[in-house]
């Protein structure tokens, strides 16, 4: 039997969560991803710390009980994703005997005639926004239910593999075109990066319309990041015409993407309470001032590059015949610097205005907060020394990358690998 790929709009509508284990996690959080009026989880175990997030949402509901039949009547959709193969058979049944859409963890027996979901052996892993979780296979639609998008549709599944390919592809050549000395490349590796922002920038948007801009997962905020980085560095060639800037910024840009589209995988929603207008412009402020950090990194390494020839009095050869004069590079540091430090100022300060708000503590010993603390401390030396005691050249270009340095570290090693409230991977303490 053969099968049509479907969305489902379940604004308004009530839905059932029968297993509230990895997988029985996984659906809740694509349900309260969609407008939906009620949810209704029934489990044989008490809550785990990740379920007790999602338990915030008010949409739900969790009862500690066996499943019986009745649990599935007024319900759009049901999802049967407990372990035991017979209470995933009784669910199906229970739905069968209802027209109810029903989806299973494993294919229902005794259910012919039935309006259930059948799982795709290779469930969707790129689309755009929430529904796109949603999806996990083949299904039949219910007169109550309207279909939406297809999930087999071309544009999401090929818009993030297109953004990181021209990533890819800008990076290489710009590389290529600065190590070679090759105008053409150069002029491929701004197009690319033009191409790649665009794309990603259209993937950001058919997110926020799809889902708005609250209850965004992990991965929608680590490609902001990325977007933002991109940003700058386009921007810095618009206003200063070097393409040399975009010999760092590309390669951030790529390697931040990439996390964003492995970060897809884990599912990890963020709590409703990291959705305020604090926590928003907390982000917003810190990752414009990340993409800056950024572009002073690759003027100050550029910097010291340069230095170093006029320094020796070697003659320059290869590529640093094309790279700025030192004097455009230091205007450069000096003017991520003076836009740069007030945006994170304001990150961190509405950051502990959020921590605030959420969990009742402005410093909780989260080393998150820690790291921050460092790099606002090197960025206002780096900020008053510039600005009242006149530093140029040298001293500022170490101090730059010294900032994003550390501001690196936190972001991989912090977020990926520590317990921490901003982690990538793991739900918020």
């Not at 009530?14 to 990895?22: R, T």
């Not at 040399?244 to 390697?255: D, G, N």
């Not at 412009?281 to 010291?304: D, K, T, Y």
Request: overall charge positive; glycine content about 6%.
């Amino acid at each position: 039997m053969h099968y049509y790929p479907v969305f489902l709009e379940l604004s308004g509508q009530s839905c059932l969560v029968v297993g509230a284990g990895a997988v029985g996690r996984r659906k809740i959080a694509s349900l309260l991803e969609c407008p939906i009026e009620r949810l209704h989880v029934i489990d044989l175990a008490e809550p785990d710390t990740n379920l007790q997030v999602l338990l915030e949402d008010k949409r739900v509901s969790f009862t500690k009980r066996p499943f019986t039949p009745s649990d599935v009547e007024g319900c759009a959709l049901v999802f049967a994703a407990t372990s035991n193969r017979q209470t995933n058979d009784a669910v199906a049944r229970a739905c069968a005997e209802r027209g109810i859409l029903c989806n299973c963890a494993d294919a229902p027996k005794d259910t012919s005639g039935a309006l259930w979901i059948r799982p795709c052996p290779k469930p969707c892993s790129v689309g755009i926004g929430k529904r796109a979780n949603l999806c996990s296979g083949n299904c039949y639609p219910s007169n109550c239910i309207r279909i939406s998008w297809s999930c087999c549709m071309i544009l999401p599944e090929l818009l993030p593999v297109l953004a990181i390919h021209l990533y890819a592809l800008g990076t290489a050549a710009v590389v290529a075109g600065i190590l070679a000395r090759n105008e053409w490349l150069k002029r491929a590796a701004l197009v690319l990066t033009v191409l790649a922002f665009t794309t990603h920038t259209l993937l950001l948007i058919a997110t926020f319309m799809d889902d708005g801009f609250t209850g965004l997962t992990r991965s929608v905020y680590v490609q902001l990041l990325a977007w933002c980085i991109t940003l700058s560095g386009l921007v810095a060639w618009l206003r200063w015409r070097y393409e040399a800037l975009l010999l760092t910024v590309a390669p951030f840009s790529l390697l931040t993407f990439l996390i964003a589209l492995l970060l897809r995988h884990a599912e990890t929603p963020l709590p409703p309470v990291l959705s305020g207008m604090t926590f928003t412009i907390h982000i917003a402020a810190i990752f414009i001032s990340i993409g800056l950090m950024a572009l002073a990194f690759g003027a100050g390494v550029l910097f010291l590059i340069q230095a170093k020839s006029i320094k020796s009095k070697s003659k320059l050869a290869g590529f640093q015949k094309d790279l700025p004069a030192l004097s455009a590079l230091d205007k450069i540091n000096a003017f991520t610097t003076t836009v740069g430090f007030p945006l994170f100022t304001a990150g961190v300060l509405f950051g502990f205005i959020s921590a605030r708000i959420n969990w009742g503590t402005i410093l909780s010993g989260d080393p998150k907060e820690f790291i921050s603390l460092v790099v606002w401390g090197l960025y206002a030396w780096l900020f008053h020394q510039r600005f009242t005691q006149g530093w140029q050249g040298r001293k500022p270009a170490i101090l730059a990358i010294w900032i994003f340095t550390v501001c690196a570290f936190s972001l991989i090693v912090v977020n990926l690998f520590m317990t921490t409230h901003h982690s990538f991977l793991t739900t918020p303490r």
